[in-house]
């Protein structure tokens, strides 16, 4: 009978000790889950204050009527002078960025390239975190990002409006479109991609500044 008590504790013992690190096992499961979910959501709120600092800083140093991000480094990360040039997992943060006007290739250290960057041409430039996996798997020819990748771009409607307006930034569900300057007189020296609402009395009309033909256009 003794034997019988012992057998029987030492099963108990066994299952007991198989339940316990069941739990621990699925405890880990999720708390990694929820360690690479957090550390996405950091990684967009990063992107999101590197976008805002690309944004203060670009400028048209070479007059052309277009705004330029900071031009990348050789490595397609982000100039040192921005700071924050890693994701959650501590990976560097990738970064791609395009002149739309005419590049004269000596307004440095703002962009200089005019190599696509995005199936989208109204795209000015584009942050990417490799994600979880810390591969990079978007390329230039991607719209959105790839498997795990985490995809921020800057659009040139949101790029003129920070400019345009005081750095009074757009928020995420405006992202790539400019408000219009409402005025009866045409605005001075205007960027591409500028709307104005004409408010004179007989016109009242919207119109888009076309840099091609140095001209405003009736939006229809």
């Given amino acids: 009978m003794k034997n019988a008590y012992m057998l029987i504790e030492a099963l108990m013992a066994v299952i ?4 316990v690190a069941a739990i621990f096992t699925t405890m880990n499961y999720y708390t990694h889950i929820q360690g690479n979910v957090l550390k ?12 805002s600092r690309l944004l203060y800083t670009a400028e048209d140093p070479d007059a052309d009527s277009y705004f330029e991000l900071l031009k990348e480094e050789s490595d ?9 040039g890693t994701d959650a997992w501590a ?11 005419v590049s004269d290739g000596t307004n ?3 962009a200089d390239t005019t190599t696509s960057i995005s199936p989208n041409s109204n795209i000015a430039g584009r942050l990417i975190s490799s ?3 810390m591969q990079l798997d978007t390329t230039s020819t991607d719209s959105t990002a790839q498997n795990d990748d985490i995809m921020l771009e800057i659009g040139l409607g949101e790029l003129n409006h920070f400019k345009l307006y005081e750095s009074s930034e757009i928020n995420g569900e405006t992202r790539g479109y400019n ?14 991609g500028t709307l104005w609402y004409d408010t004179d009395a007989v016109t009242k009309e919207l119109k888009i500044w076309d840099e091609d033909q140095a001209s405003w256009v009736n939006v229809n």
């Fill in 16 to 19: 007991i000790a198989g339940i």
């Fill in 131 to 133: 994600g979880e996996d």
């Fill in 91 to 101: 990976k560097r943060l990738y970064y791609y960025t395009i002149d739309l006007g």
């Fill in 40 to 51: 996405q959501q950091n990684t967009k709120t990063i992107l999101e204050v590197v976008r």
């Fill in 108 to 110: 440095s250290p703002y």
């Fill in 179 to 192: 408000s219009a300057i409402m005025s009866i007189d045409a605005p001075t020296n205007p960027l591409q």
């Fill in 76 to 84: 397609s990360t982000l100039p040192v002078s921005v700071g924050l």
